[in-house]
């Protein structure tokens, strides 16, 4: 599937490269549109950045409360089963259509909890969700459950201990997500013992506000095999050494951090400072209804911008691939599909 650019040079379709999607939140997930007819449904008035058609960050500033804003405002619109269902069986589409076949979707279930009755209960309609997803949209489908950075202990516990009742039903991870600012390592401890010993992947957010002593802290303490962004690690030898020894692989969405007023310029995120140093990194798209671009937008950018080769994505891919909690099968045939597509 190639198609032929200027000269000899070969372009390939980036939609046909196969690919795992592995950061992905659940409501950032959704379609605009789709935002908009459960806001309607339900009576709620959304941000003008969800209403208007463009996303524009720079009418609505360029820090965390203003992103926290508007996504807070577009998960309200999430208040029966059915609307999970649909939030993922569209994400599910979506992906499928960029030809990424493993998706890993986190959420915070807490946070959808007071519509859906109950924590317990949104895990419930949430794992029920993939599984349809991901048989209608034929697409692997693995679910984080995450608790936010400013939890306290017991209640990362609890979320833990639901992480680890719901192994054989979809759920691969345990997450820490939200503004890092708003915790340290030290008290996801305990959690994090819990979600490994279930054979649980541990892949906290960090680094994206907080300095890289944050970073190397969640892979010493908490054991976290994928981290979440973690963009500061790129300035410091010793935590890219921890990262590169401990072989955790890097989250890393490039569109998230301009809006956020993280990085000045979509040059500056740090893709080859982390290959160059051994550390894996797995593109994702973070939230794509906040930033306007999901995971396929993602590629273009390291082509476009950073003028990274075929074979290079293609590795991107594959380092998607092992980073991934795919089943063993699943990973084999991907690897071989991605080599296919570079051949
Ligand atoms: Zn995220």
Redesign the pocket.
């Known amino acids: 599937m190639l198609a032929l650019g200027c000269h000899t040079t070969v372009v390939r379709d980036l939609r046909t490269l196969p690919k795992a999607h592995l950061?992905l939140?659940l409501t950032?997930s959704a379609r605009l549109a789709t935002v908009r007819e459960l806001a309607d449904k339900y009576g709620i008035s959304l941000p003008s950045a969800l209403v208007n058609e463009e996303v524009d960050w720079d009418k609505g500033g360029r820090d965390w409360s203003h992103f926290q804003c508007r996504y807070d405002a577009a998960r309200q619109t999430i208040q029966s089963a059915e609307d999970v269902r649909r939030i993922i069986r569209e994400a599910a589409e979506d992906d499928a259509a960029e030809c990424s076949e493993w998706l890993e979707l986190?959420v915070d279930p807490r946070s959808y909890a007071r519509h859906l009755g109950g924590v317990d209960q949104t895990v419930e309609a949430m794992v029920d969700a993939c599984q349809d997803a991901a048989r209608t949209a034929e697409i692997g489908i693995g679910l984080l459950l995450a608790v936010s950075w400013d939890a306290p202990p017991e209640q990362a516990e609890q979320i833990a201990q639901l992480a680890a009742r719901y192994t054989h039903r979809g759920v691969v991870g345990f997450g820490i997500?939200n503004d890092e600012r708003l915790g340290e390592p030290d008290t996801f401890v305990s959690a994090s013992h819990i979600a490994r010993d279930a054979g649980l992947l541990v892949a906290p957010?960090t680094g994206f506000y907080t300095d890289h002593f944050h970073v190397r802290r969640c892979v010493e303490l908490l054991g976290a095999r994928r981290i979440?962004?973690g963009i500061t690690a790129a300035g410091d030898l010793r935590t890219l050494e921890t990262l590169a020894r401990s072989q955790v692989t890097m989250e890393i969405?490039p569109t998230?951090y301009l809006p956020l007023g993280v990085l000045a310029s979509l040059t500056q995120v740090p893709i080859t400072v982390f290959q160059q140093a051994g550390v894996a990194v797995a593109l994702?798209a973070?939230?794509p209804l906040i930033f306007g671009t999901r995971l396929i937008g993602q590629y273009e950018i390291l082509r476009d911008v950073h003028g990274l080769t075929d074979r290079a994505l293609a590795d991107l891919a594959s380092q998607s691939v092992r980073a991934s909690t795919a089943p063993a099968e699943v990973t084999k045939r991907l690897l071989a599909d991605i080599d296919t597509w570079i051949r």
Do not use: K
């Open positions: 950061h939140h950032g986190q997500s957010h979440g962004h969405c998230s994702g973070d939230d």
